[in-house]
Nanobody, 122 residues
């Protein structure tokens, strides 16, 4: 399974950005897909996950992004999205998408994409 994140960029505080994660190989619509981020000098942080519709399609969020970020998936396009709103400077990080080996969130993340930089600054 291969994952490729895109859509990062520079955005002002309070702005919005939508990240995409293209999933290919294996059975793309089988896997749950999660988003992580890593800010400079900080550890990688899990922020969201969506389970496969072959499981229950439930979405999960960390407290740091709940209410501001929305994860969704379009299995026809083998793509998972992360809509980010009300962005803050502390959201600045490299964002990664990853897939566990399971169709539910909580499994071990065995597949990783390259990151996409998100910078929130005026």
């Amino acid at each position: 399974v291969q994952l490729q994140a895109s859509g990062g960029g520079l955005v002002q505080p309070g702005g919005s950005l939508k990240l995409s994660c293209a999933v290919s190989g294996g059975t793309p619509d089988f896997h749950a897909v999660g988003w992580f981020r890593q800010a400079p000098g900080k550890e990688r942080e899990w922020i969201s996950c969506i389970s496969s519709r072959t499981y229950d399609g439930t979405s999960y969020y960390s407290d740091s992004v709940k209410g501001r970020f929305t994860i969704s998936r379009d299995d026809a396009k083998n793509t998972v999205y992360l809509q980010m709103k009300s962005l803050r400077s502390e959201d600045t990080a490299v964002y990664y998408c990853a897939a566990p080996t399971t169709n539910y969130c909580g499994g071990r993340y065995g597949y990783w994409g390259q990151g996409t930089q998100v910078t929130v600054s005026s």
